[in-house]
């Protein structure tokens, strides 16, 4: 069974600071894509980078980067020069080739709050 | 270059009435997908369909009807709406595969 596991449930950070959110899955899928999306409190989710599991690099999006370490099962989400806006749920998920339904499976997601 | 909407944002209703919520992307992307998001479960899949006319179950798919007779709408259907269907609902879509799935705004439902 496929799963992502985010251990970080609230993070405080300061303002300019950079800060990385864990995230680690578990999944038998030959190939896979991983995930992640930002939930600020007005309640869209929108989505920040992809990484494929076969990719060589890591994935990056302008302040945003996946730091993929495949043999670790981990995808963790850095993001540079924080700002207030960056105050938002953030959530790892992934897809893999044997999901029967093509659902996109969700971890429980970090609350970050970045201070002034 | 709206991308995905959804459309009631809000909406009240009472038990046992009949609630339709529209989905609509402009990406002509194949795959389309009603999820719902409740404290405690996280988002959970409820249909997807992989293009016109092919619909499947997720995994919470009861109470609920889908259609889609065309590639960019996916309608949801609540034939007797619950309280238990109170939630928020998001529609997403993507290319399929491996890769991203786009969500709309959502739709906070609320059944009385």
């Known amino acids: 069974a496929q799963k992502i596991t985010q251990t970080q449930p609230g993070m405080f950070v300061q303002e300019k600071e950079a800060v990385t959110l864990d995230c680690t899955y578990d999944t038998s899928d030959p190939s896979y894509g991983l995930f992640w999306y930002k939930q600020p409190s007005s309640g869209e989710m929108i989505f920040l980078i992809y990484?494929?599991?076969?990719?060589?690099q890591n994935a990056t999006e302008g302040r945003y980067s996946l730091n993929f370490q495949k043999a670790r099962k981990s995808a963790n989400l850095v993001i540079s020069a924080s700002q207030l806006g960056d105050s938002a749920m953030y959530f790892c998920a992934m897809r893999g080739t044997m999901n029967r339904d093509d659902k996109i499976i969700f971890g429980k997601g970090t609350r970050l709050h970045i201070l002034p | 270059d709206a991308g995905i909407t959804q459309s009631p944002r809000y909406k009240i209703t009472e038990t046992g009435r009949q609630v339709t919520l529209m989905c609509h992307q402009t990406?002509?992307?194949?795959?389309m997908f009603w999820y719902r998001q409740d404290l405690g479960h996280g988002l959970r899949l409820i249909y997807y369909?992989?293009?016109?006319?092919?619909?499947d179950k997720g995994e919470v798919p009861d109470g609920y009807v889908v259609s889609r007779s065309k590639t960019e709408n996916f309608p949801l259907t609540l034939e007797s709406a619950t309280r238990s269907q109170t939630s928020v609902y998001f529609c997403?879509?993507?290319?399929?595969?491996?890769?991203?799935?786009?969500f709309g705004p959502g739709t906070r439902l609320t059944v009385t």
């Open positions: 990406w002509s992307h194949s795959y």
């Open positions: 990484q494929g599991s076969y990719d060589q």
């Open positions: 997403a879509s993507g290319a399929g595969g491996i890769y991203e799935q786009y």
């Open positions: 369909s992989a293009a016109a006319d092919i619909t």
